[in-house]
T-cell receptor
């Protein structure tokens, strides 16, 4: 089955710096890759996603890149702010009925002002 | 529009008891999935329902069961609770399959 590895497990940056979180997946049939942000005491919030027919997607300060050949994808956050502090999860799935999102173990991002 | 709602927010049960967790999807969403999140880990898939039919099942024992109602809300049932069932149980809804999944706030279950 699919396995998703996520690195680093913790990341500390200064406000205004960029942050990059990387994930690798094992199943070459996976074709949908969402990223979720989870704040303390809340459920995961979908922040951006990418499908395998696209190499990069941006939404304001966040961007996701996908390398299908290497089976890895990354989340980039620019101009980080204290409110970006949270746990970030990557996930992968085949994007078809009955298939689950397979999550990485998460990255705790701390942005200090 | 209201997001995914789950009830109860928290509950404490004793080993061997049974628990029912409830989920209401976003209006217009017909798919509900259940995930278990143990502290410090990513969510793990339990069930997926679409149009009241089970469409996927994760690697969980038969003590776990679920159903989806005509109004697309869903229940997750866990029998014979074990200490290891203590976790945050998350419900996610989607317009259909396959579409983006949106999570609720979760139900924190503690088994003592």
């Amino acid at each position: 089955g699919e396995n998703v590895e996520q690195h680093p497990s913790t990341l500390s940056v200064q406000e205004g710096d960029s942050a990059v979180i990387k994930c690798t997946y094992s199943d070459s049939a996976s074709n949908y890759f969402p990223w979720y942000k989870q704040e303390l005491g809340k459920g995961p919030q979908l922040i951006i996603d990418i499908r395998s027919n696209v190499g990069e997607k941006k939404d304001q300060r966040i961007a996701v890149t996908l390398n299908k050949t290497a089976k890895h994808f990354s989340l980039h956050i620019t101009e980080t702010q204290p409110e970006d502090s949270a746990v970030y999860f990557c996930a992968a799935s085949k994007d078809q009925a009955g298939t689950a999102l397979i999550f990485g173990k998460g990255t705790t991002l701390s942005v200090s002002s | 529009d209201a997001g995914v709602t789950q009830s109860p927010t928290h509950l404490i049960k004793t080993r061997g008891q049974h628990v029912t967790l409830r989920c209401s999807p976003i209006s217009g969403h017909k798919s509900v999935s259940w995930y278990q999140q143990v502290l410090g880990q990513g969510p793990q898939f339990i069930f997926q329902y679409y149009e009241k039919e089970e469409r996927g099942r994760g690697n969980f024992p038969d003590r776990f069961s679920a159903r989806q109602f005509p109004n697309y809300s869903s229940e997750l049932n866990v029998n014979a609770l074990l200490l290891g069932d203590s976790a945050l149980y998350l419900c996610a809804s989607a317009r259909g399959l396959p579409y983006e999944q949106y999570f609720g706030p979760g139900t924190r279950l503690t088994v003592t």
